[in-house]
């Protein structure tokens, strides 16, 4: 599941608005949203009195389950926090592991991957590097 939400934002003109920002994607169920990441266009607003277009960062989770990633990505101000952030992430990853039957429990502790990155620039990287390409979320040269 996708989860996101309208959410107060302060342009650098000074001007607050309210705007839509995802705090996670499941690109296999919405690959819309795999491909708003790769082009750049995740979580980007206009402020509506400059028009000044930005991205917001916000700790934000990709999740490809044909590729078997759960892949947080945290702004880069968290990058001088990279314990904290990776402990926290391993929290998150144990309490949804202790909410799943024993057999989903099985494949996430035994195939899949958890990964922490900075700065949503990192995830195209990633992805990229790993060999997804547009509207193809799971793509794994090695599988």
């Known amino acids: 599941m996708s989860t996101?939400?309208?959410t107060e934002i302060t342009?650098?003109?000074?001007?607050?608005?309210?705007?839509?920002?995802w705090q996670s994607?499941?690109?296999?169920?919405?690959?819309?949203?795999?491909?708003?990441v790769l082009d750049g266009e995740m979580n980007i607003v206009t402020c509506p009195s400059c028009?000044?277009?930005?991205h917001v960062e916000v700790p934000f989770l990709y999740h490809d389950i044909e590729a078997r990633e759960w892949i947080w990505v945290y702004p880069l101000d968290?990058?001088?926090?990279?314990?904290?952030?990776?402990?926290?992430v391993g929290e998150m990853w144990e309490e949804v592991k202790s909410k799943v039957p024993p057999d989903v429990r099985d494949i996430f502790e035994n195939e899949y991957r958890?990964?922490?990155?900075?700065?949503m620039d990192a995830l195209?990287?990633?992805?990229r590097a790993k060999g997804v390409s547009q509207s193809q979320p799971g793509s794994d040269p090695e599988n």
């Open 51 to 54: 028009k000044r277009r930005f």
């Open 124 to 127: 195209v990287l990633y992805l």
């Open 114 to 119: 958890v990964i922490v990155l900075f700065g």
């Open 4 to 6: 996101g939400g309208k």
């Open 11 to 21: 342009c650098a003109c000074g001007h607050t608005f309210e705007g839509w920002l």
């Open 25 to 36: 994607a499941n690109v296999t169920a919405s690959p819309e949203l795999g491909q708003q």
């Open 78 to 88: 968290f990058e001088q926090q990279t314990g904290e952030v990776h402990a926290r």
